[in-house]
């Protein structure tokens, strides 16, 4: 099973101190959170993507192949490639360049994001949200898997007779999960691909999000991919910890209360309840986080959003040091012991796609119509 953590790339005012940091400052900040991640022996690392204040991440691919360059086993991911204001054409490109500047360590994580003013400044409207979202991925799916394209569609001019370059590694296609908080649409079409599932898990509360996976599963089965239960399925999260749970809920309260996603609502403590976000000692994130297994059945990937609501970059690496040695590990044997020998402990990866033949991501080439909001 993979661990890692995913950043939202948010610039908050530290509450405690008063202090903002400047672009400059975060973006380093994060260079030294993603270092730290492999340092501590995390699989994953993963950056959103963001076009408007208080983030910063504009451009994944840039940080993300910055990032390659100074780490060699940490997986490199987005936590949301926004696929209806993004041209496909530049998201194949790019990312099958990161492919090769990584040696093939990269997957995607396609959304629709959760910013509406995006979309205009993109030229783009959000009424046509979910079908901008599956007419861009189906263009890149084939992209990535055909020479020549020639290609028409309602949102984009026509290709005739293009080639996207480079090719992807080794002829194989980046692995693509789906991200969605709340869109069934798009649980719907991850399943039609074959594709993985990644639901935020941080908002809503468990029930939400089991239904959201079941609605995946499901229809993956329905398909023809495999068994529901071997479908491939990855959560977010959030944590904050020390020794014990009195001392962490003190430290975080005043950073959760400004969080630029959740604070100036509900309570530290209703929102523990309420949702996945769990603020305790490293033993109450382990028993929690091993509940979600039993919310939404054996998963593949677990990502924990780490660096939020202006902490300083000296706490983060002080949790990616909890979260590496004393939480991550135990996760990794107890999920393991839990789960049917059929039933995937990863999600695909470069090597095994390629020595699979890529026939997991190429199970699906027929015509995007068909995942639409009425195929739920």
Do not use: C
């Not at 229809?219 to 068994?227: A, I, L, M, Q, T």
């Amino acid at each position: 099973m993979q661990f890692g953590i995913f950043s939202v790339s948010d610039i908050t005012t530290d509450p405690t101190t008063g202090k903002t940091p400047t672009d400059a400052e975060r973006i380093q900040d994060l260079v030294q959170i993603a270092l730290k991640a492999e340092e501590v022996g995390l699989d994953v690392f993963a950056t959103g993507e963001h076009h408007n204040p208080p983030f910063f991440a504009s451009s994944p691919t840039t940080f993300l192949g910055y990032i390659a360059a100074q780490t060699t086993t940490v997986k490199l991911s987005t936590a949301t490639t926004l696929i209806t204001t993004n041209d496909p054409v530049k998201i194949a490109e790019d990312y099958a360049m990161l492919q090769h500047l990584s040696g093939g360590r990269v997957d995607l994580m396609m959304g629709r994001g959760n910013t509406g003013p995006v979309y205009p400044w993109f030229g783009q409207d959000i009424r046509n949200g979910v079908a901008l979202a599956v007419e861009n991925y189906h263009l890149l799916r084939r992209l990535w898997r055909e020479e020549v394209v020639d290609w028409e569609g309602k949102f984009r001019t026509p290709l005739q007779g293009f080639t996207a370059t480079p090719r992807p590694l080794d002829g194989v296609p980046p692995f693509v999960w789906h991200g969605s908080i709340r869109s069934p649409e798009i649980a719907e079409q991850a399943a039609y691909y074959g594709d993985g599932f990644f639901h935020n898990n941080i908002f809503w509360t468990m029930d939400h999000t089991a239904r959201m996976v079941d609605l995946y599963r499901r229809r993956y089965e329905h398909y023809g991919h495999g068994r529901a239960d071997q479908a491939i399925v990855g959560l977010g999260g959030q944590v904050f910890m020390a020794k014990n749970s009195q001392d962490a809920v003190k430290q975080f309260r005043p950073y959760f209360d400004v969080a630029p996603v959740y604070g100036h609502g509900p309570s530290l403590e209703e929102f523990t309840r309420a949702t996945p976000l769990t603020v305790g000692s490293p033993q109450q994130v382990i028993e929690r986080t091993l509940g979600f297994a039993d919310a939404v059945g054996d998963y593949q990937r677990q990502l924990f959003l780490m660096d939020h609501a202006g902490l300083p970059l000296e706490v983060v690496l002080e949790q990616l040091e909890i979260l590496g040695s004393e939480v991550v590990p135990v996760l990794r044997k107890e999920f393991e012991a839990r789960r049917p020998k059929d039933v995937p402990s990863d999600p695909p990866t470069h090597a095994s796609l390629v020595e699979a033949g890529d026939a997991h991501a190429n199970a699906k080439m027929g015509p995007a119509s068909r995942v639409s909001a009425g195929s739920n």
